[in-house]
T-cell receptor, first 113, second 112 residues
Framework: AQSVTQLGSHVSVSEGALVLLRCNYS??????LFWYVQYPNQGLQLLLK??????LVKGINGFEAEFKKSETSFHLTKPSAHMSDAAEYFC???????????FGDGTTLTVKP | DGGITQSPKYLFRKEGQNVTLSCEQN?????MYWYRQDPGQGLRLIYY???????QKGDIAEGYSVSREKKESFPLTVTSAQKNPTAFYLC???????????FGPGTRLTVL
């Protein structure tokens, strides 16, 4: 069984401030973890993924995430928020057997000027 | 360009009517998925298919049906048995041996 919890359904930051979106997971097998971004009325776009290589994963648009097994966490960060980062973000864990993914409920990021 | 297409972008139907949502991919991916997204909720898996002519129920399959007659196509039918069909529907695909899913642009279904 696998599950994902995203802490905070809404996060608001000022432009230029640090972005931190939290994700905790549970998985009975070594997980594959993903962060996706979704803009209104669009599909999901992959930001980054952890597949058991380096624990610090760098993605697109300046985002990165660190896999911490002891904390079962995969938090997403960006040093300096930009207005274009305003969107909904989803964390997901994948079961390798069927490629089935379980998604968190999402976090809406608002960036204030 | 390779990718996943979903049509139409917006769909309106009267209550009690069946409706079919299209999903096509030219990525040569083996597996395909249908998700439902409601406001404030994550994606919930409806059906998935790992090979042609085979598919499995996801977490919320009741009131939906699918077919996988071709590798590149995975249409979803929302039947009149689905009690609350208004939602945003997302199709995804995955290459065998990889764990990343690629998503289409989605179809917003509104039942009046």
């Amino acid at each position: 069984a696998q599950s994902v919890t995203q802490l905070g359904s809404h996060v608001s930051v000022s432009e230029g401030a640090l972005v931190l979106l939290r994700c905790n997971y549970s998985s009975s097998v070594p997980p594959y973890l993903f962060w996706y971004v979704q803009y209104p009325n669009q599909g999901l776009q992959l930001l980054l993924k952890y597949t058991s290589a380096a624990t610090l994963v760098k993605g697109i648009n300046g985002f990165e995430a660190e896999f911490k097994k002891s904390e079962t966490s995969f938090h997403l960060t960006k040093p300096s928020a930009h207005m274009s980062d305003a969107a909904e973000y989803f964390c997901a864990v994948t079961n390798t057997n069927a490629g089935k993914s379980t998604f968190g409920d999402g976090t809406t990021l608002t960036v204030k000027p | 360009d390779g990718g996943i297409t979903q049509s139409p972008k917006y769909l309106f139907r009267k209550e009690g009517q069946n409706v079919t949502l299209s999903c096509e991919q030219n990525l040569n991916h083996d597996a395909m998925y249908w998700y439902r997204q409601d406001p404030g909720q994550g994606l919930r898996l409806i059906y998935y298919s790992q090979i042609v002519n085979d598919f499995q129920k996801g977490d919320i399959a009741e009131g939906y049906s699918v077919s996988r007659e071709k590798k590149e196509s995975f249409p979803l039918t929302v039947t009149s048995a689905q009690k609350n069909p208004t939602a945003f529907y997302l199709c995804a695909s995955r290459l065998r041996g990889d764990n990343e899913q690629f998503f289409g642009p989605g179809t917003r279904l509104t039942v009046l």
